[in-house]
């Protein structure tokens, strides 16, 4: 019974998750200091945090896929279908990432008549969507090993797991890569 | 093998564009309302949470719909049973875990005193009804990406859960400033 399992396995999970939201949220409310130094900042959190989420929910949902299909299970994980998802993460994060910064310096200027700095913006989303992409890749792979062992169905513990803790890695890796970016430049 | 990070790039770049562009909208509304929701500040923690089940339940309904796809279980059609059932089970989770939660921020928002004179019943409701909207929207949603790209050839893997959250992350601000008559 399908209904039966969703509803076991994943009601859990989606009322911890809605709680994780809350402390996503909290993160934003530290980092009143920095936003109001970094003009433009403000505009890149919702982009990177769905950049951040998109990307992961896609990956841990083709991993359920490929699970499904059989091409990957807990005693053969580290295989050629596993790597290219990885790079195929990878390489949107730091792509993507680029066309944030580009944007949101475009949006800054004509949407909240302000002039950020460019490179700073940049910089900031790059450091930012890369740190977390390599944090919540691992992320990924080790929930995925974590679902397959206990025999649970991917599907209805990736989107959910991923979305919450990319949300709250990705809040602090705005929040650091903001300092790093701060000081340096 | 299935999978190459070519495909995964060349499909996911122009689609995770366009997903950023509408968040940033979804960002610009958030702000026109700005003013109203520091008012009922009970209601602005409420939004991340309200966007994040939508999001999640139309995630897992379009993860297990692909999967189903993929391995053939679920077929490309409109009334399939299969499909039914797993999108009843989304909506009946969505009620449950929106008043749960709603139940929870309530306390939480009355421990820190900013409930502003809005009772439990009132809280419950509005969310549950913003909920439950939500959770039909990304639930046709989901089931409409997913169906319309394997039909097309290409993998719901890579289209379902961007689609989703970001039509749950804009509706879901829309359905509660329209409830709460934010104008």
């Not at chain 1, 399908?2 to 859990?12: D, N, V, W």
């Not at chain 2, 089970?89 to 004179?117: D, E, N, P």
Request: net charge neutral; with cysteine; charged share 10%.
């Amino acid at each position: 019974m399908f209904a039966k399992e969703l509803l076991k396995q994943s009601l859990p999970l989606l009322i911890l998750c809605g709680l994780g939201g809350v402390v996503a949220g909290s993160t934003l409310g530290v980092m009143t200091d920095l936003l109001e130094n970094i003009p433009g900042l403000i505009v890149i959190i919702p982009a990177i945090i769905a950049m951040r989420g998109n990307i992961s929910t896609t990956f841990g949902s083709r991993l359920g896929s490929a699970y499904h299909l059989g091409i990957i299970n807990s005693d053969n994980m580290w295989n050629e279908e596993l790597k290219q998802n990885i790079i195929g993460s990878l390489v949107l994060s730091f792509l993507i990432s680029i066309t944030i910064g580009i944007l949101a310096y475009i949006i800054a200027i004509v949407f909240f008549d302000i002039n950020p700095n460019p490179l700073k913006l940049i910089f900031i989303v790059l450091i930012a969507g890369v740190v977390s992409g390599v944090i919540l890749t691992v992320l990924t792979i080790v929930i995925i090993y974590a679902v397959f062992k206990r025999g649970y169905d991917p599907d209805n513990i990736t989107g959910p797991a991923l979305a919450t803790f990319g949300d709250i890695i990705t809040m602090l890796s705005i929040f650091g890569s903001a300092i790093i970016v701060e000081v340096i430049l | 093998m299935i999978y190459s990070w070519k495909r995964i790039v060349r499909y996911g770049l122009p689609l995770l564009t366009l997903c950023v562009l509408i968040e940033l909208f979804a960002g610009q509304i958030l702000q026109s309302g700005q003013n109203t929701l520091l008012k009922i500040p009970i209601y602005l923690i409420s939004i991340p949470v309200i966007n994040g089940v939508g999001g999640n339940i139309g995630s897992i309904l379009g993860a297990r719909l692909a999967s189903g796809l993929h391995v053939g279980y679920i077929n490309l059609d409109i009334r399939d049973k299969k499909m039914h059932e797993n999108f009843l089970t989304s909506l009946l989770i969505g009620i449950i875990t929106y008043t749960v939660l709603a139940i929870i921020i309530y306390y939480i928002a009355s421990f820190s005193r900013i409930t502003m004179g809005i009772g439990l019943i009132e809280f419950v409701f509005v969310l549950l009804a913003v909920g439950s909207l939500l959770i039909c929207v990304v639930s046709v949603v989901s089931i409409f990406t997913a169906f319309l790209s394997f039909k097309r050839g290409k993998d719901p893997d890579d289209f379902v859960a961007p689609v989703v959250t970001t039509i749950g992350d804009t509706m879901g601000i829309i359905f509660l400033f329209l409830l709460i008559g934010v104008a």
